[in-house]
């Protein structure tokens, strides 16, 4: 019988600990081997922009399997991939893939029915905005996000562009701020993508995508009522499907969003059915900090190229921070700031960074997923998000003379 002295003991014991890999809550183990992702949704945002930029970023992840409602879609794009990846139609075969740590879950509408699937398989999530359409699907996911111990990290990239610690620092040299201008420009998608080769596929399956549509309906219901399709629609399709950056962005740059909205205007008014075409959007509240938020979201198709920016007017200075085109990985955010210094008026600009918001949101999820990292993005901001959002929509409902049920009708514009 070999015996063994305590000292060897724990040298033992430590060397032991030391080759297994730590763990996080929720179980997940915290490795140097890049995280193993699998993607469900095939569209143009996995293919001009998640997928690059995860092979940018091989060394923190690598795509084991890859769904999409077209079969072929998702044959295809698997085979461009490097390595063996796994292709299918439905996301519960991601979703229970041994070879599958986290996902990312890029398809339109509202997301609540994934993230909720993926929790319960134990995988970390990164999910594109909107998270959810209505504030009861946010609570049902905070429950389970909490329960489960994973990660869940919102798409509203703009909060991780690198110049937003900067333009917040820059709010506090320009004195007391009295308005904040908030002016978006939006162009048809396809001027912005003419550059990405996207890969086209036959008709989706049917069964799939009518399932992904009835559940968006349900809860597009549930958050704005079945009493007119035209303030829903500006709902899910304008304010949800651009709109909500701004929101985000709005809530990084520590300004937070109003509690209530004084005024929303849409030319041409809302009707009780979906309009051909996204309107303009003029909305108007009074930020947390006293300043007055002007928020403007202009749709024009032949605008040759994205406009977004937040202008910040304060007692003593103001400050101008432009985002880029979403498709365009060339551009970078611009930051500008007027301020007096001794009594002297100064411009001080910042140079673009070298990354961009949609890495750097792909760098953050994976220092959460390995390490705890702090999460910019939870469930609870895009709850905020919902909450204002679903208040502009009630005020412009109300200057159209339209009514609006759900939970934005229960909420109060005073």
């Not at 945002?45 to 970023?57: D, F, K, M, R, S």
Request: charged share 20%; aromatic share 4%.
């Amino acid at each position: 019988m070999v015996t063994i002295s305590e000292p060897a003991l724990t040298f033992i014991v430590q060397l032991v600990t030391l080759c297994l890999p730590s763990v996080r809550k929720g179980g997940s183990p915290v490795s140097e081997l890049p995280i193993r992702i699998g993607v469900v949704g095939l569209g143009l945002i996995a293919q001009g922009v998640h997928l690059p930029n995860l092979e940018t970023l091989r060394d923190q992840f690598t795509v084991t399997h890859v769904c999409d409602a077209s079969l072929d879609r998702a044959a295809s794009v698997a085979d461009r991939l490097p390595g063996s990846v796994r292709a299918s139609t439905r996301f519960i075969d991601v979703l229970t893939d041994p070879d599958v740590d986290a996902v990312l879950i890029l398809t339109p509408g509202s997301h609540g029915d994934i993230v909720l699937a993926a929790l319960e398989q134990g995988k970390d999530v990164f999910v594109e905005k909107p998270l959810a359409y209505s504030l009861a699907e946010i609570h049902e996911l905070r429950e389970a996000q909490v329960a489960s111990g994973r990660v869940v990290q919102v798409g509203t990239m703009k909060a991780h562009d690198p110049l937003v610690p900067a333009a917040r620092d820059a709010l506090g040299r320009i004195g007391r701020l009295a308005v904040v201008r908030v002016t978006v420009i939006h162009p048809t998608d396809e001027c912005q993508f003419e550059h990405i080769r996207l890969l086209n596929a036959p008709a989706p399956d049917p069964a799939v995508t009518s399932e992904a549509e009835a559940y968006s309906l349900r809860r597009a219901r549930e958050a704005m009522g079945d009493d007119a399709d035209g303030p829903r629609s500006l709902y899910t399709d304008v304010l949800l499907g651009s709109v909500i950056h701004e929101a985000a962005l709005l809530r990084a740059l520590g300004l937070g969003l109003p509690r209530t909205t004084d005024f929303a205007c849409v030319d041409p008014p809302l009707s009780e059915t979906p309009a051909s075409q996204p309107p303009r959007l003029l909305a108007v509240g009074v930020l947390p900090g006293g300043a007055q938020l002007q928020l403007s979201w202009t749709w024009a198709p032949d605008f040759p190229e994205y406009v977004e920016e937040v202008m910040a007017i304060g007692s003593a200075g103001r400050m101008r921070l432009t985002m880029p085109g979403p498709y365009l990985p060339a551009h970078r955010s611009a930051l500008t700031v007027e301020s007096m210094v001794d009594g002297q008026r100064t411009v001080a600009t910042t140079q673009p960074h070298h990354s961009t918001a949609f890495v750097e949101e792909l760098r953050a999820f994976a220092a959460s997923v390995r390490s705890g990292a702090p999460n910019v993005c939870t469930i609870e901001g895009a709850g905020e998000d919902l909450t204002f959002l679903q208040q502009v929509a009630r005020a412009a409902a109300k200057q159209a003379g339209l009514p609006v049920g759900g939970e934005a009708g229960q909420g109060t514009d005073s």
